[in-house]
């Protein structure tokens, strides 16, 4: 009979699903809402013992970063004093391994098995995150048949990167694994990751290995040289595509807008979009309060001071110390008008192609013209009132992508409006006896007091 139990309170967790060297993974349920999960379990013992807790950490933060419909979703992360528990996303139809190793597959489903790879590699490259392991076995099918890649307990951020930029460790399935990576010079790992999706789609179309030896060494050379054999039923469009993918120099392969661009991947494809909650800009924009609709206010909402200190001051976040927090977002101070502020902002807005919804209360929603990675970018801009000739303008966002957003924020809203702000959040913030301000219309230097 099946065992079961419960798992904190929220989870049932019952059969085994699979085993690794560090963790076995279960069938779960949600207790509330009757979802299916996947429970992966991790002693932490083994894991401390075999140096491998800073990867654990890493594969969490790595799985929180890349939410994407074609990669494996992090629910949720728990741990008892002996084990960790991972609660992902229970995707039923297997591991694409197992449909491979039936025999090679059309060239439409390998194609479309590619596509969807190729959309959550470049998704995790864009996040500075690359996988390093992949192959059929970490490519899991869903209910649809629609690929979702899994274990990301090798994958690798930026910070891994040493002073000449580049991944040293060698990791990944010796038969995927680019040249490279093996030569132990150091690599890009996601130019490695577009050799290993080389290899997975020759794979798909062939049901075999490209590089394949009873000799591991012999195997080897051949990986360096890129030296393989294309069977006869290969397409002409699909043999080009390998033929840049598997290159041995990374700096000449292929790059993903690339491959993005290629005719045979293009048939049939469109890019998913990243996991988001649309926010679509309403031509009445209410602020938080809900205040009526009849009632416009004369000047902007008011800013406690206290909360305004801990915002702005850099190394004093007590934003936890009030019941109403405040979204993360970009905030900067001004000694210019409220009204000059949101006319400043109006304008720089709209030369950037920004939709700009109605303006109501000091508050206005602004939203990019084009498709970013989670559909697009809406943003709030509002503006608060400090004292009488202190305002702080808040920016945060509504929908979209969140690295998009840090770059428009960055390359887009600073430079355009470092006429009217005296000071961002998190820039020194009356670390002097004088505070420069750059604003036009302004004044142009403020007495430091204490």
Not at 107 to 136: M, T
Not at 196 to 206: D, E, F, Q, R, T
Not at 255 to 274: C, D, E, H, N, Y
Not at 385 to 394: G, H, L, Q, T
Request: hydrophobic fraction near 35%; include cysteine; glycine fraction near 8%.
């Amino acid at each position: 009979m099946e065992q079961r139990y419960i798992l904190f309170g929220k989870y049932e967790m019952g059969r085994l699903l699979g085993k690794g060297t560090f963790a076995k993974v279960y069938y779960g349920k949600e207790l509330t809402s009757g979802e299916s999960v996947a429970i992966k379990v991790i002693s932490k013992d083994q894991v401390k013992k075999e140096g491998m807790m800073e990867q654990i950490k890493r594969e969490i933060s790595v799985m929180r970063l890349v939410r994407h419909p074609n990669i494996v979703e992090l629910k949720e992360v728990m741990a008892t004093k002996t084990k960790i528990f991972f609660v992902m996303e229970y995707v039923r139809g297997g591991e694409l391994f197992a449909k491979v190793y039936k025999g090679k597959l059309k060239e439409d489903a390998a194609r479309k098995y590619f596509q969807q790879l190729i959309s959550a590699v470049d998704f995790c490259h864009s996040r500075g995150v690359s996988h390093r392991d992949l192959k059929p076995e970490n490519l899991l099918l869903d209910e649809n048949e629609d690929l979702k890649i899994s274990d990301f307990g090798l994958s690798a951020l930026p910070e891994q990167l040493r002073n000449d930029g580049l991944l040293h460790t060698q990791c990944g399935t010796p038969a995927y694994v680019a040249p490279e990576v093996l030569r132990k010079k150091g690599y890009d790992g996601s130019k490695a990751d577009i050799w290993s999706c080389g290899v997975i789609l020759y794979v798909l179309l062939a049901g075999f290995l490209p590089f394949q030896d009873g000799n591991i060494m012999k195997m080897y050379r051949k990986v360096f040289k890129a030296e393989f054999e294309f069977p006869p039923w290969f397409s002409t469009e699909s043999k080009r595509l390998i033929s840049k993918l598997l290159v041995a120099d990374p700096e000449r392969r292929i790059t993903i807008p690339a491959i993005m661009s290629v005719p045979w991947f293009r048939k049939g494809f469109t890019r998913p979009l990243a996991f988001s909650v649309e926010e679509p800009i309403s031509d009445n924009i209410e602020d938080d309060d809900s205040a009526p609709k009849t009632n416009k206010l004369s000047s902007p909402k008011f800013f406690n001071a206290f909360e305004f200190i801990s915002s702005m001051s850099s190394g004093f976040d007590l934003s936890s110390l009030f019941e109403n927090k405040r979204k993360s977002g970009t905030m900067f101070t001004s000694r210019c008008s409220a009204s000059a502020i949101m006319t400043k902002i109006e304008g720089v807005a709209k030369g950037l192609n920004f939709r700009v919804g109605k303006v109501k209360d000091f508050k206005m929603r602004l939203q990019g013209s084009s498709e970013g990675r989670k559909g697009r970018l809406s943003v709030t801009a509002e503006v608060f009132e400090v004292a009488p000739e202190v305002a702080v303008v808040e920016f945060s966002k509504s929908s979209g992508d969140t690295f998009e957003y840090a770059k428009f924020c960055e390359e887009d809203v600073r430079p355009a409006l470092k006429d009217i702000v005296w000071t961002w959040q998190g820039d020194s913030f009356n670390n002097g006896s004088n505070v420069k301000i750059e604003g036009e219309g302004c004044q142009t230097q403020v007495p430091h007091t204490t």
